[in-house]
C-alpha cells in the first residue's frame, strides 16, 4: 500500500498547512491560491494555520531597523494615494502577497447603501505585477458602467515618460491608453467589441513616449502583466 | 507599554490613511518585523527592502485588509512579514544552502520600542515537540528558512516522495494536536 492513500489528496487541512508553509510550487500553488481566494472556508483553514505558524516567530529578537529607513518609507507613502475608490467598489487589491492574498477582496456590505443608491460591483480584477514586484498596478472592472478602474500602486514612475495600458488577448495586445500619473485613479471606458475579451485575457503596461505610443503596438519596455480575474 | 488594542487602533487608523497612526505603528512593530524578516531572509540591505515593502503595502490598502478578532494584530503583522520575505528569499535563492550563514546582529541596536503582550503561548511548540524532531524541524525549516519540500528531501536525504508523505501526515498531526 503506498503511502499516498493514506493521506487524501483532497485533505483541506493539509493544503491549507501546505499553503501557509509555502511548501506549494507550480499548478498546484497557483490552484491554491486561487481557492483561498475564491473559498471563504479553505481561506480560513489557511488563516488558522498563519495564525498557529506565526507563533513560531514570537522567540525571534527584535532589530531596530535603520534611522533613516523610515523616512524612505514616508517619502514614498504620502503622495496620495485615492484608496477610497477601492472601498467603493468593494474590493480591495491583493496586497499582502503569498499565502495571506485570501484575507483580501470581498466585503462590500461593509461600505453598504448609505453611501449611494447602488454601490458598484466589480466583476473582473486583474493584478498586474513586474516580475520583481516593483511595480503593481491593480485594476477592476465595473459591469454596469462599462468601466475599467486602474491605479498604478507600487514602483517609480519614469519621469518624462507615459505608461500604456494594454489587453492582451487571443494573442494581440490592444491599446486602452496612458495612465493618470502615480497616485491617481484611470477611468476607462470599455468600448463593447472589447468587452468580451477582458474574461481570460491580461492587462499590462508598458513604458511609452509621453501621450503613448505613436505605433499602436508597445514601443517600450512592457513593465508588468497580470491575468484578468473573474470574481 | 504598547498593548495588543493599541496596535488594534493603529492598523485601523492606517487603513483611513492617518500618518500618525502609521509612525505610531511603525514606531510599535518595526523592529519585531525587522527581526522576523532578517532571521528568513539573513542579509541586512535586503531586510531593510522587504520591511519598507510591507509597510508600503499596509500603508497603501494591506491595512484594510485587517480583521479584528482572528489573528492578533502582531501575529496577523508577523505572518504578512514572514510571507514577504520568503517570497523574496524564493527570487534571490543562492546555489548553495544558507546553513551556516552568521546572523547578523547589531548590539547597539536594542528593541527598546517595541513592547507587545504575547498573550497566546505558542501552542504550536508544544505540539511540534510532540512530533519526531526531524519533522519537527522540518516544518520549522519550511516556515522561517523557506525550505521547499526539494529543499527538504535533500536537507534529510530521502526521496522527494517520502518527504511529502512525511511532512503530510506530521501536518495531520498537528492539526489533531492544536484543536486539543
Known sequence: MSDESIIPEDNDDVLAAELSLGLLSGDALTHAQRRARTDLRFASLVEDWDIHFSSLTETI???????????????????????????????????????????????????????????????????????????????????????????????????????????????????????????????????????????????????????????????????AVGPITTL | MTTREDIEEMIHHVALNDRAAFEGLYAATSAKLFGIILRVLKDRAAAEDVLQDVYMRLWKGGAQTFATGRASPISWLATIARNRAIDRLRRTKPESGLEGVAEPADPAMGPEDLVVASSERAQIDGCLDELNPDRAAAVRGAYLDGETYADLAARFDVPLNTMRTWLRRSLISLKDCLSR
Open chain 1, 61 to 223: 529578537d527584535p532589530v531596530a531597523p535603520p534611522k533613516g529607513l523610515f523616512d524612505k518609507i514616508k517619502a514614498q507613502a504620502y503622495p496620495e494615494s485615492p484608496q477610497r475608490i477601492w472601498k467603493k467598489l468593494g474590493i480591495l487589491p491583493a496586497l499582502i502577497g503569498a499565502g495571506a492574498a485570501a484575507l483580501v477582496l470581498i466585503i462590500a456590505m461593509q461600505f453598504g447603501n448609505y453611501m449611494q443608491p447602488t454601490t458598484p460591483v466589480a466583476s473582473l480584477v486583474a493584478e498586474v505585477v513586474a516580475e520583481d514586484e516593483s511595480i503593481i498596478v491593480a485594476a477592476a472592472y465595473v459591469e454596469d458602467s462599462q468601466t475599467l478602474f486602474v491605479e498604478w500602486q507600487v514602483g517609480d514612475r519614469i519621469p518624462d515618460r507615459d505608461v500604456e495600458l494594454w489587453l492582451v488577448a487571443d494573442g494581440d495586445a490592444i491599446s486602452l491608453g496612458v495612465l493618470s500619473k502615480e497616485g491617481k485613479v484611470t477611468e476607462v471606458s470599455i468600448p463593447a467589441e472589447l468587452r468580451n475579451l477582458l474574461v481570460g485575457g491580461a492587462l499590462a503596461v508598458s513604458d511609452e513616449p509621453l501621450g503613448g505610443s505613436p505605433t499602436g503596438v508597445a514601443t517600450g519596455e512592457v513593465l
